[in-house]
């Protein structure tokens, strides 16, 4: 049941009411799409993806003003393409109902589970992947068997029309909906009643999602960040981890939620971790200014925004390194940050960073270092470097953060046979490959029995001496 308090009527490109009842109403008439149509979609989506991937690398690189084409494609495209391909592939294995057990004491019957498609999903998509981030939930929905609707981000509108234009190509508004607009919209869009509502960004605004879907008893899986935190161990090669964590944190200029946001560093080999970091960064990068492998922050507000967490470290006293002193800036590319001498009053220390701006935190003790985890809110994504298999375990097994990496950041999130979430305020919930499936999906429980009804010996009037057996048998 639904309240009838009256929502103000916002601005769209689209009567987000009437798209919402028009695919209602569609999937009233097909509400168990056969795999075969699901594999159509799927097969639909990933051939206009890979049609139209030049379109959409310079929608968004005018987006960003300076975005990668490597990265849209190797963070963007090629996951998302992969995402759908896993799915096809696995989808009738997924959709088979699941046999259960029938307890002795009801028998004969026999119990399975059906997954049924939801209804009508919305999916709020943020602006630092926009393809896939839209591309990868709408995967998990439409094999599912759902209808949907997505929310782009004001912050990309280029690549929002684009990715619009291709989806309406694609798909009957009946069946994929592609909502275009500001915050209001977006307010409107999650206080729709959804029979499922995704939202990736951040924990602030996460909040505010899952009151507005509170109102309709919506499900949510929120996608949220957090500060993902690397620890380098006492005997891991230093030019290895530093490589690999420059990697992860230089990607889209540090825009992804599941960058590493800080580095638990053995106290005696901070300097030389930070010395590592440079050497890395500048082989990945040369130079930043006119360099075309290096992606610009987002819009003017994010870069204020970061350049605000420098000057507030500076002025509490961290060493801030500009990886690239000798360049002048230029646009709104920001370059790489070392931030030493941190502490926990600096904003940078306790806000999610999303850019290029890296703290290291000494520690003494590997047990040192996951207490300084553990004692602060559990994050997205948690990074270890050590080939020590028992160290590796001891992190894994005193930790808790939604996915863990050994020894690389950010590739777990590209394995579509893994799941993707987070845990307390960086999310709830899974999408991403079977995950994905079951949680656009409800798993009903179906017992069924026939003529045969055994059951009628334990009816009333009770104290018979079948009775007693019975309970002799199986309460025990």
Request: hydrophobic content about 45%; some cysteine.
């Amino acid at each position: 049941m639904t309240s009838s308090i009256a929502l103000p009527s916002v601005y769209s490109d689209l009567d987000l009411d009437a798209t919402f009842a028009l695919q209602r109403q569609a999937f009233a008439g097909n509400p168990m799409p056969p795999a075969a149509q699901r594999r159509q979609w799927l097969k639909s989506l990933r051939e206009a993806l890979l049609a139209e991937q030049k379109g959409l690398i310079e929608a968004i690189d005018a987006d960003f003003a300076g975005r990668s084409a490597d990265e849209t494609l190797l963070a963007e495209l090629l996951p998302a393409v992969q995402g759908l391909r896993h799915a096809e592939r696995r989808l009738q294995r997924w959709m088979r109902p699941s046999r259960r057990q029938v307890g002795l004491a009801f028998q004969p019957a026999s119990a399975q589970v059906l997954y049924q498609p939801l209804g009508v999903v919305g999916i709020i998509v943020p602006w630092n992947y926009p393809v896939f981030l839209a591309i990868g939930p709408l995967t998990c929905a439409l094999a599912a068997g759902n209808r949907v609707m997505l929310k782009l981000s004001e912050a990309t509108p280029a690549t929002g029309l684009a990715l619009k234009a291709l989806l309406e190509r694609v798909f009957p508004a009946n069946l994929v909906s592609v909502v275009l607009g500001d915050v209001e919209v977006g307010q409107a869009f999650a206080r729709l009643p959804f029979d499922h509502l995704l939202f990736t960004g951040a924990t602030s605004v996460g909040r505010q999602v899952m009151l507005a879907a509170a109102h309709n008893l919506t499900p949510v899986t929120l996608e949220l960040g957090g500060k993902s935190p690397a620890i380098v161990s006492p005997g891991v090669p230093l030019d290895s981890a530093a490589e690999r964590i420059a990697f992860g944190k230089t990607l889209n200029a540090g825009q992804t939620c599941v960058a590493p946001d800080y580095v638990l560093v053995p106290r005696d080999r901070v300097g030389a971790f930070a010395d590592a970091y440079r050497r890395a960064v500048r082989r990945l990068y040369p130079r930043i200014a006119d360099n075309r492998d290096y992606s610009a922050i987002i819009n003017p507000r994010q870069l204020q925004r970061l350049e605000q967490l420098l000057a507030d470290a500076g002025d509490k006293g961290a060493q801030v390194l500009d990886l690239y002193p000798e360049e002048a800036r230029q646009g709104r590319q920001l370059p790489p940050h070392l931030l030493l001498d941190v502490s926990d009053d600096m904003h940078v220390m306790q806000d999610e960073i999303f850019g290029p701006l890296l703290p290291l935190v000494p520690y003494d003790t590997l047990e040192g270092a996951l207490a300084y985890i553990n004692q602060r809110p559990r994050p997205l994504a948690l990074y270890f470097f050590g080939y020590d298999r028992s160290e590796q375990a001891y992190v894994v097994n005193h930790t808790h953060s939604g996915g863990v990496c050994l020894n690389d950041t950010l590739l777990q999130v590209a394995q579509d046979d893994l799941p993707f979430g987070g845990i307390g305020p960086s999310g709830m919930g899974h999408y991403h490959g079977h995950e994905g499936f079951l949680t656009f999906s409800k798993a009903k429980a179906v017992l069924a029995k026939q003529r045969i009804n055994l059951a009628r010996l334990i009816y009333p009037p009770y104290g018979k001496a079948l009775q007693r057996l019975v309970y002799k048998l199986f309460i025990r």
